[in-house]
């Protein structure tokens, strides 16, 4: 491809990836790969796991992956930032990955801009979401109480484990989850602010959520009203990982 055309298509993908990312404080290198690749999520965690590409990662984090491409450390501005991320993620893609990207978004586009039929209604479905978090991000969540997006979204943002299914309309098989941890009765007031803490959050309309395995998934397909209800939080053993073999670690 002629560099013209290159930087054209690499600009395409910017000019599409930044509003989706440019308020994200963790995991954005991730974020950005899982985007281009829409349509290929195997792919997505492939390359991810190749790279050492965390969900959760900090900007330092990926901004080292990323000087590490590049070879030297250019980054004077966060904008600046977050366009060299999303040129580095779209490097490590590849041209024919960013090519497909944006021939589906203009489809999508093109589709959108038509007058489609009513899609017919989703069958409402209640989502529980297991996260384990550290004390530090948990202390502030209460058990029994309401909980809203942008708190849940945080907690997502924070998890090094996760879970999401449609348990919450089956409480027994949602309790044998629970059962495998290891918990204890520790206030998590009192604990180190690393140790590890067990939270479950039951999200009315959460139907889109169910199955989902990464925080950007997740956090996309969050109901309108973003709303949740926290209905467990305990600390895990310290250095315990029993249980935890049905979550997805980040």
Not at 48 to 77: K, M, P
Not at 148 to 159: G, H, P, R, S, T
Request: charged share 25%; with cysteine.
């Amino acid at each position: 491809m002629q560099p013209s055309k290159l930087k054209e298509l690499y600009q395409q993908v910017y000019d599409q990836v930044y509003p989706q990312i440019k308020d994200q404080k963790l995991g954005v290198l991730a974020t950005v790969i899982h985007v281009i690749l829409d349509s290929d999520q195997t792919q997505a965690e492939k390359i991810r796991q190749e790279w050492g590409i965390e969900g959760n990662s900090s900007w330092e984090e990926d901004l080292s992956i990323v000087s590490n491409v590049i070879g030297y450390n250019l980054i004077r501005s966060k904008k600046m930032e977050q366009f060299i991320i999303i040129l580095i993620a779209s490097a490590i893609v590849g041209v024919p990955a960013c090519l497909k990207y944006i021939q589906d978004t203009k489809q999508k586009s093109d589709s959108n801009s038509k007058t489609p039929p009513p899609p017919p209604p989703k069958k409402s479905e209640c989502a529980s979401l297991y996260l384990v978090v550290p004390a530090s991000v948990a202390r502030k969540f209460t058990e029994g109480k309401p909980i809203n997006q942008a708190e849940v979204e945080e907690l997502i943002d924070n998890a090094s484990y996760l879970l999401c299914t449609n348990m919450c309309t089956n409480e027994q098989k949602a309790d044998r989850v629970q059962e495998k941890l290891v918990l204890t009765e520790d206030k998590i007031t009192d604990i180190s602010e690393q140790r590890e803490v067990y939270i479950k959050i039951n999200i009315a309309d959460g139907q889109d959520m169910i199955g989902k395995q990464i925080p950007y998934a997740l956090k996309s397909n969050l109901p309108a009203h973003g709303q949740g209800v926290i209905r467990k939080i305990a600390c895990i053993e310290y250095l315990s990982v029993s249980g935890l073999e049905e979550f997805n670690r980040i």
